[in-house]
């Protein structure tokens, strides 16, 4: 089965590279890959061209979703195949995408997760690497979601469509799901993802994200998905969920207790509640890297991260009720498309 592998691409020159050896190195090799440049000026362009002839420069950049749309016009392939400059696939990632389709006709879309391995070491980019690996373990086998560090979907089943720029996979998974289309998490395809956080881009990122999924929770009945997935959405297990709204009670009984005098027992309480739900989390962590990383220094960042995540669920909902008619990025926009250079 031949694959078209989807690079969108915008400023990558320190990792487009890395990615596209990595490609190369593949025990798979009926493939093509596409990049697809939103306008970088840093030597992007360049260096993919030293690895593909068919790099597409658009004249601006309209976000992830448009780029990989574009690429879905100019790819060839049966199966289309998409991951980020950041990302490094293994040997064994293509083959494993197209031996699955072959065997399994009724599948339209495949989705993997990022490897525990990670270059950077420091604190925030370990963290999040590994909050990503602990909930994608937990996942079962057959998801309604696309994860898009690497996926893959049969060319037939796909569509051109006017997506999110942060929440693009998600989205698409979720137009899969509303037509009752097979979506499998395969746990052995899983990609190393080069990208380095810091505080304020962990929190940035935790923002956005749930931020944007309210579009999506609300346009494809999310609440309706909740009740027959037993209270997950997408990625997002009920536990993080009820996780994310006692960090917020925590802190408006915290900010009350400054006003007026609260029971401190409700207090202790919801914060034991809060912090049982994320005990697995801190088990799974403290395995890897120790008791310190794992229960002292990424406490306190979870709680943290679950008050950005709910702060961004919040706005998010604002956002559609006070700017439902803002306008998105759209596929069908009068983007200038050339190869070469």
């Not at 309209?62 to 749309?69: L, M, V």
């Not at 495949?110 to 996942?139: A, I, R, W």
Request: glycine letters at 6%; aromatic letters at 12%; one cysteine or more.
């Amino acid at each position: 089965m031949n694959l078209s592998i989807i690079i969108p691409t915008l400023n990558s020159a320190s990792v487009i590279c890395k990615c596209l050896e990595a490609i190369k190195k593949s025990t798979y090799d009926d493939y093509e890959v596409i990049v697809v440049d939103g306008g970088s000026i840093d030597g992007t362009i360049s260096i993919a061209k030293n690895h593909t002839e068919n790099v597409i420069i658009l004249d601006r950049d309209n976000g992830r979703g448009h780029a990989r749309n574009i690429g879905i016009i100019k790819s060839k392939g049966q199966i289309l195949v998409f991951t980020d400059s950041d990302n490094i696939i293994k040997k064994d990632s293509l083959k494993i995408i197209a031996e699955y389709f072959l065997k399994h006709s009724d599948v339209a879309a495949v989705t993997g997760s990022v490897s525990k391995e990670h270059p950077n070491q420091d604190f925030f980019s370990q963290y999040k690497n590994l909050y990503m690996c602990y909930k994608f373990e937990m996942l079962p086998e057959a998801v309604y979601f696309l994860q898009g560090d690497i996926y893959a979907v049969r060319r037939k089943d796909i569509e051109i469509s006017d997506l999110d720029v942060t929440t693009d996979d998600t989205e698409r998974g979720q137009i899969l799901n509303a037509k009752s289309k097979k979506i499998i998490f395969l746990k052995d395809l899983c990609v190393i993802h080069l990208k380095k956080y810091n505080f304020i881009k962990l929190l940035k990122n935790d923002f956005k994200i749930p931020y944007d999924w309210v579009k999506i929770f609300i346009k494809y009945r999310g609440l309706a998905q909740m009740i027959k997935n037993k209270g997950n959405y997408a990625h997002a297990p009920k536990g993080q969920l009820i996780s994310i709204i006692l960090s917020l009670l925590i802190m408006v009984f915290v900010f009350l207790n400054l006003l007026v005098t609260i029971n401190s027992y409700l207090l202790l309480i919801l914060f034991l509640i809060w912090f049982l739900l994320n005990f697995k989390f801190f088990l799974f962590l403290k395995k890897e890297k120790g008791f310190m990383f794992g229960f002292m220094k990424a406490l306190p960042i979870t709680f943290l991260d679950n008050i950005v995540m709910i702060t961004g669920i919040l706005f998010g909902f604002l956002n559609v009720i006070f700017y439902k008619g803002c306008k998105t990025n759209k596929t069908e926009q009068n983007t200038n498309i050339r190869f070469g250079p």
